[in-house]
């Protein structure tokens, strides 16, 4: 069995939010030469479809821009067991209050996915322990992006990425978790580059966990690093109950990354990491965090 942690849902509301100059979803679409989201529903069928292909039980949907929980809340509506809804949140953001209570309370969203590089804020900030406490109130999970960050779709569409990568630390992320032991972590791409200090803050603050997803490129920037090492120090240091398997799956006709899958699969397996724990990471993990 397979649980994707990290697919992102780019639906026909997220384009025109990203591109409002761009015209509508479909001609957004055309020029990334992308199939049309069409309605939430649909999209969520589509993505329905893929995972079957592919054999993946269940996927946790992102709404990857501040507006867009709403799609991601209609395909869960449609497919509760199979989906589990994470939303982008700016908490620096207008009326961020009122948005996240909407997205936690009416929307049922179970994670709050934070990239503070993005929008600009320190991750020891007032404004992130309000996302925390929402999220303790509401059983959620807080989803925080450290290190680089890259956004394809932005690149394709020629907008700016004026990202500050400083903001992004694990560290301060560590000494707000560690206060709200009831709320699930979930740092993606083993740190996205802040490798060490995401080890380090993992190992202060237990709630803090990985995801594997996407082709972990940042190992480029730190020499002699390899996928399957990333694999041994991780589960040295946090255990195998700490990582979650996710691919960064995103649009279609690409669809489901089954190459990230086998990658990684090869990697568990070259760091000597068994069976059991293999079946944790892929899936059991997952469902531990968010039960159906």
């Known amino acids: 069995m397979i649980n994707d942690a990290h697919c992102h849902f780019f639906s026909s509301r997220f384009l ?8 509508d979803a479909e001609a957004i679409a055309a020029r ?17 479809s893929e995972l079957d292909r592919h054999d993946v039980s269940r996927a946790a949907l992102i709404a990857s821009i501040p507006g867009d929980a709403v799609s991601v809340a209609e395909a869960v509506a449609h497919h509760p067991h199979r989906f589990v ?8 953001g207008g009326s961020a209050d009122t948005t996240l209570e909407r997205a936690l309370k009416e929307l049922n969203m179970r994670a709050v996915c934070l990239f503070p590089a993005m929008h600009g804020y320190r991750l020891d900030d007032e404004a992130v322990e309000q996302v925390f406490k929402a999220a303790a109130n509401h059983g ?9 960050l890259t956004v394809g779709v932005r690149k394709k569409l020629g907008l700016p990425s004026r990202f500050d990568l400083r903001l992004g630390d694990p560290l301060a992320l560590a000494r707000v978790a560690v ?4 709320v699930p972590v979930i740092v993606p791409h083993f740190g996205s580059g802040f490798f060490r200090e995401a080890l380090i803050a ?3 603050c237990p709630t803090i966990h990985f995801d594997t997803s996407s082709s972990n490129s940042w190992i480029r920037f730190q020499s002699g690093l390899t996928l399957e090492s990333v694999f041994g120090s991780t589960t ?7 990582l979650l398997f996710g691919t960064d799956s995103s649009f279609f006709p ?11 699969l090869r990697a568990m397996i070259g760091a000597g990491i068994g069976a059991d724990d293999r079946k944790s990471i892929v899936s059991g993990n997952f469902d531990r965090l968010f039960p159906a």
């Open 16 to 23: 025109e939010l990203l591109a409002p100059d761009a015209g």
């Open 32 to 48: 990334l030469e992308w199939d049309p989201p069409r309605t939430p529903t649909e999209l969520g069928d589509r993505w329905v």
């Open 85 to 92: 809804g994470f939303f982008m949140h700016n908490p620096v």
């Open 140 to 148: 959620a999970a807080v989803f925080v992006h450290c290190g680089v």
């Open 179 to 182: 206060g709200f032991p009831q």
């Open 202 to 204: 993992a190992d202060q």
């Open 236 to 242: 040295a240091v946090v255990g195998a109950s700490r």
């Open 254 to 264: 690409r669809g489901w990354q089954k190459g990230i899958y086998e990658e990684q």
